[in-house]
């Protein structure tokens, strides 16, 4: 089955640093896109930064709270995705949840669909 496997989540003290990985596997076609999202309980899961892949390369975006602070990178053809945390605060508290744009193998047929992972926890707390 085509998993999106994250990991790297752990407790830090604010103004700390983690760095989230992610990685794709099964029965993937291609990569389109891939991302992290966040989600506290009782809020809106929200896009924290995405990498898609382009005609003229790699492009990235991110949430305005993150801007200057956080850094995707990573393979999205191979299925391989980062996010260096830095400057942490006690507002990036949540489960972080890759997210993968893919065309899916089927037997001789592939489908674009999307996939979550099943999220790793960040605290940041002093």
């Known amino acids: 089955q085509v998993q999106f496997v994250e990991s790297g989540g752990g407790l830090v003290q604010p103004g700390g640093s983690l760095r989230l990985s992610c990685t794709a596997s099964?029965?993937?076609?291609?990569?389109?896109?891939m991302g992290w999202y966040r989600q506290t309980p009782g809020n809106q899961r929200e896009l924290v930064a995405i990498?898609?892949?382009?005609?003229?390369?790699?492009?990235?975006n991110y949430a305005d709270s993150v801007k200057g602070r956080f850094t995707i990178s990573g393979d999205v053809a191979k299925g391989t995705v980062y996010l260096q945390m830095n400057s942490l605060k006690v507002d990036d508290t949540a489960v972080y949840y890759c997210?993968?744009?893919?065309?899916?193998?089927?037997?001789?047929?592939?489908?674009?669909?999307?996939?979550w992972g099943k999220g790793t926890l960040v605290t940041v707390s002093s």
């Open positions: 099964g029965p993937i076609f291609s990569i389109f896109a």
């Open positions: 990498i898609r892949r382009g005609v003229s390369g790699d492009s990235t």
């Open positions: 997210h993968g744009d893919i065309d899916a193998r089927d037997g001789h047929l592939t489908a674009n669909t999307h996939y």
